[in-house]
């Protein structure tokens, strides 16, 4: 591994300042599960990197009526936990608890995971269903992104070199709302999605009133299914209709065939686990 300087802001300010002066030559981290092995494998060689844990606000972890709010250096393994987040937000402990092992899970972060723009980000697909929103600081201010717009390609997102993610912004999904969400991984733990997919349900008056589906590793980022979610909109969920949103999920995904599987598996995937989770965020709804 390459020598390189470490900075350790204690504020979002001193950090803007450091990176208005060496962004285009620093790398940010928090946990560093993505960062270290990048580092070590020689696939970035940074002059700076700058150590995030020890700035406060982006450790908060915070629901109240109107949502929730997720610093950018929470933890994987404090939303698994969180009581508040496995109530009313499962979908998201449920990939939280999804990422690598525990031990990886007590160091990796949200921004991290979604910074890193990978793909198959596990946290990416719940968060994009709840219609979560990207909190940006950079030396303009501060501006809100959608997390559907926030992913520009792999490894690319809308982040300047001067800018830093500082929170998530995710609304309360309201009552008679459920999500859930599911990967398919060749081992259980320590590995990455072949495909990753997220559901959001929302019912009224017996009809779905929204829906919102994401999916994971089948693009160059992750997409929602939106196809799929007006076939759902408007209409009672049936089997019949969670069959047709599945089919029409498939249409969203642009996978390619590589050593951990086949476009036609994943396309085949993305069918099952759209109805699968369809049907869990059913159930979580109706109670």
Known sequence: MRRFELAQPRSVDNCLKFLARRGADAKLVAGGTDLLPQLKNGLLKPAV?????????????????????????????EIELDSGVRSRYPALAESGALVGSVQIRNLATVGGNLCNAAPSADMAPPLMALEAEVVIAGPRGQRRVPLASFFVGVRRTVLAPDELLIELVVPAPGPRSGGNYLRHTPRRELDIAVVGVASQLTLSDGVCAKARIAL??????????????????GQPVTPEQIERAAELA???????????????FRRHLVRVLTRRTLTTALARAGH
């Not at 982006?58 to 109240?64: I, K, Q, V």
């Not at 994971?216 to 909109?233: G, K, S």
């Not at 498939?250 to 036609?264: E, M, N, Y």
């Open 49 to 77: 990197v700058v150590d995030l844990s020890g700035v406060p606000p982006l450790r908060r972890l915070r629901a109240d009526g109107r949502g929730l709010r997720v610093g950018a250096a929470v933890t994987a393994r």
């Open 250 to 264: 498939v249409g969203a995904a642009q996978p390619i065939s590589d050593q951990r599987g086949s476009a036609d």
């Open 216 to 233: 994971a590793a089948v693009a160059p980022t992750p997409v929602r299914a939106t196809e799929a979610e007006q076939a759902l909109e």
